[in-house]
């Protein structure tokens, strides 16, 4: 189920006739319309669930009559594509079915504007209470972004550096003197981490506080020599987090409120617990089974490393934000995003609370999150001007990611393609051949039908039969090359999955159809 925010269209006529009157009494021989926007969209963005902002050129009084009827019908002014919006409903729609999980929440900005927005499923089951866009999520490990421009505005203001020591705000920490903060936001300190499971112990149910945890685990050894090894640790961010507190003097999230979540008009965002009325409820699940309710992580476990929540809607704000450059200087953008080199030159894909990677080679930023109960992520894609924002109330359930990576692609990667149902039940159809031995020899090319001879036949049934039943085809991606059309799938057998690689002709007659183990 899908939830979002109404657009004019469905004002009431009271509404809709005081608008009229309105751009009436701004009309004389020849006017130009203003800038318009949905009664109940927030500034400065505009929900592509409600509207987008849109400029009128100048018209005539003559076409003020066609102007006024437009106003009281839908659409009222330009919005994204209706066939993207659709496809976007269906692929979240089927991959929340198919993942079992209560809910999922998105948002996607597109030429540096939010464009849309959307909650599906349920944020509390037992409540019945439906997720709509102004239900929060936690965000986990995305928090750490947070941390690091915290670190970097202090930064700006020569409060600090980011190649001070640790040593410097913590002298009796392991090693102190030999880590810089640079290697504590990148992750490259050694330091080991406190929380590497990802399901809540009983530990984690207690109070604690983030000195305490920096007190029990940063005193241990090292894992490893500063700067020679890349290991994810949230041990890195509380302590980078209480460097913030010193130095600014204030508790970190009251910071961020004031230098990033007021100045964006980020309203949900803060640290939770506490819990507050729009969250969601938190679920697990075991192995395969259904949604269970769990217990969050209790005060201080988290702090600097995990502890924020928000809707996807105010975290795109920080994405527009980042893609502006509106809170940080350039130098610190740049900072904020170089990925961070081992002492030895090996990389390590990642800059400061930001993973470096691409879609379809188009760079990417990224981050997830996963604390108990809820599973998050954010894809910044800066030479697109574009994000994704995925949010969910279920942990254990591997859908957040790779749906990022499919509204991304579908969004900002037009030409990347992926085969239609149709196809891919005749995909099947031809695999359930090939396991008892038999295709149909109309589907294939004469180059294809030299390759499927009798002993082809006999080993795709010998190597095929034992994996058991055929479970799922999956498509995965299609492109061009020389003249074909290139489809990859994922074939999932009982017992081993396999990968099918396939060329089409533009008759529809297949001239290659591969089958390979994926190791």
Same mark, same amino acid.
């Given at each position: 189920?899908?939830?979002?925010?109404?657009?004019?269209?469905?004002?009431?006529?009271?509404?809709?006739? %005081?608008? $009229? @009157?309105?751009?009436?009494?701004?009309?004389?021989?020849?006017?130009?319309?203003?800038?318009?926007?949905?009664?109940?969209?927030?500034?400065?963005?505009?929900?592509?669930?409600?509207?987008?902002?849109?400029?009128?050129?100048?018209?005539?009084?003559?076409?003020?009559?066609?102007?006024?009827?437009?106003?009281?019908?839908?659409?009222?002014?330009?919005?994204?594509?209706?066939?993207?919006?659709?496809?976007?409903?269906?692929?979240?729609?089927?991959?929340?079915?198919?993942?079992?999980?209560?809910?999922?929440?998105?948002?996607?900005?597109?030429?540096?504007?939010?464009?849309?927005?959307?909650?599906? =499923?349920?944020?509390?089951?037992?409540?019945?209470?439906?997720?709509?866009?102004?239900?929060?999520?936690?965000?986990?490990?995305?928090?750490?972004?947070?941390?690091?421009?915290?670190? $970097?505005?202090?930064?700006?203001?020569?409060?600090?550096?980011?190649?001070?020591?640790?040593?410097?705000?913590?002298?009796?920490?392991?090693?102190? /003197?030999?880590?810089?903060?640079?290697?504590?936001?990148?992750?490259?300190?050694?330091?080991?981490?406190?929380?590497?499971?990802?399901?809540?112990?009983?530990?984690?149910?207690?109070?604690?506080?983030?000195?305490?945890?920096?007190?029990?685990?940063?005193?241990?050894?090292?894992?490893?020599?500063? /700067?020679?090894?890349?290991?994810?640790?949230?041990?890195?961010?509380?302590?980078?987090?209480?460097?913030?507190?010193?130095?600014? /003097?204030?508790?970190?999230?009251?910071?961020?409120?004031?230098?990033?979540?007021?100045?964006?008009?980020?309203?949900?965002?803060?640290?939770?617990?506490?819990?507050?009325?729009?969250?969601?409820?938190?679920?697990?699940?075991?192995?395969?089974?259904?949604?269970?309710?769990?217990?969050?992580?209790?005060?201080?476990?988290?702090?600097? %490393? =995990?502890?924020?929540?928000?809707?996807?809607?105010?975290? %795109?704000?920080?994405?527009?934000?980042?893609?502006?450059?509106?809170?940080?200087?350039?130098?610190?953008?740049?900072?904020?995003?170089?990925?961070?080199?081992?002492?030895?030159?090996?990389?390590?894909?990642?800059?400061?609370?930001?993973?470096? =990677?691409?879609?379809?080679?188009?760079?990417?930023?990224?981050?997830?999150?996963?604390?108990?109960? +809820?599973?998050?992520?954010?894809?910044?894609?800066?030479? @697109?001007?574009?994000?994704?924002?995925?949010?969910?109330?279920?942990?254990?359930?591997?859908?957040?990611?790779?749906?990022?990576?499919?509204?991304?692609? $579908?969004?900002?990667?037009?030409?990347?393609?992926?085969?239609?149902?149709?196809?891919?039940?005749?995909?099947?159809?031809?695999?359930?051949?090939?396991?008892? =031995?038999?295709?149909?020899?109309?589907?294939?090319?004469?180059?294809?039908?030299?390759?499927?001879?009798?002993?082809?036949?006999?080993?795709?049934?010998?190597?095929?039969?034992?994996?058991?039943?055929?479970?799922?085809?999956?498509?995965?991606?299609?492109?061009? @090359? /020389?003249?074909?059309?290139? @489809?990859?799938?994922?074939?999932? +057998?009982?017992?081993?999955?396999?990968?099918?690689?396939?060329?089409?002709?533009?008759?529809?007659?297949?001239?290659?159809?591969?089958?390979?183990?994926?190791?």
């Amino acid at each position: 189920m899908s939830r979002d925010l109404p657009s004019i269209s469905q004002w009431k006529p009271p509404v809709a006739h %005081a608008l $009229l @009157r309105a751009v009436s009494r701004l009309v004389s021989t020849r006017f130009c319309s203003r800038d318009t926007a949905s009664k109940r969209s927030p500034a400065p963005e505009r929900r592509r669930v409600e509207t987008r902002r849109g400029t009128q050129k100048c018209v005539r009084h003559g076409l003020f009559l066609p102007l006024v009827l437009a106003l009281a019908s839908p659409p009222l002014w330009p919005q994204a594509p209706v066939d993207l919006d659709k496809k976007l409903d269906e692929k979240i729609s089927s991959a929340l079915a198919k993942a079992g999980a209560p809910s999922v929440s998105v948002a996607v900005v597109k030429d540096g504007k939010l464009f849309y927005a959307k909650a599906f =499923g349920t944020a509390d089951l037992s409540a019945k209470r439906p997720a709509d866009v102004n239900t929060r999520y936690a965000v986990g490990s995305i928090s750490k972004q947070f941390t690091a421009a915290a670190l $970097l505005l202090l930064q700006e203001q020569g409060k600090l550096s980011l190649d001070d020591r640790v040593a410097k705000y913590f002298p009796d920490l392991t090693r102190a /003197g030999e880590i810089t903060i640079r290697q504590l936001l990148s992750h490259t300190s050694g330091y080991e981490d406190y929380a590497p499971q990802d399901y809540i112990i009983p530990d984690w149910t207690r109070p604690t506080t983030p000195q305490a945890v920096l007190d029990r685990w940063a005193r241990k050894p090292l894992d490893f020599d500063p /700067g020679t090894q890349w290991q994810y640790s949230n041990t890195n961010y509380v302590l980078a987090g209480k460097i913030c507190e010193k130095v600014s /003097g204030q508790p970190l999230v009251t910071f961020l409120r004031e230098k990033i979540f007021q100045p964006l008009g980020m309203q949900s965002a803060s640290d939770w617990p506490p819990e507050q009325t729009a969250d969601a409820q938190a679920y697990t699940r075991y192995a395969v089974g259904p949604p269970r309710p769990v217990k969050r992580e209790a005060e201080g476990w988290y702090f600097a %490393a =995990g502890e924020l929540a928000m809707t996807p809607s105010d975290l %795109a704000k920080w994405d527009i934000a980042f893609l502006e450059k509106k809170i940080l200087s350039d130098r610190s953008y740049r900072e904020f995003t170089s990925e961070v080199k081992l002492a030895n030159g090996d990389s390590t894909h990642y800059a400061l609370g930001l993973s470096l =990677g691409e879609i379809a080679g188009i760079p990417v930023l990224q981050h997830g999150g996963e604390v108990s109960g +809820f599973i998050s992520s954010n894809t910044v894609l800066p030479t @697109r001007a574009g994000a994704v924002v995925v949010l969910s109330n279920q942990d254990v359930v591997n859908m957040v990611a790779p749906l990022a990576r499919q509204i991304a692609t $579908l969004v900002f990667v037009p030409g990347e393609k992926a085969p239609s149902a149709t196809d891919t039940r005749r995909v099947q159809a031809i695999l359930e051949g090939l396991r008892k =031995g038999r295709i149909d020899r109309a589907l294939f090319s004469a180059n294809a039908n030299t390759y499927f001879s009798q002993v082809a036949l006999r080993d795709c049934k010998a190597s095929l039969s034992p994996l058991g039943k055929l479970k799922s085809v999956t498509a995965i991606s299609e492109n061009l @090359r /020389g003249g074909m059309t290139h @489809r990859s799938y994922r074939a999932q +057998f009982a017992r081993q999955a396999l990968i099918l690689n396939l060329y089409l002709l533009a008759d529809g007659k297949y001239e290659q159809f591969l089958i390979e183990e994926q190791l």
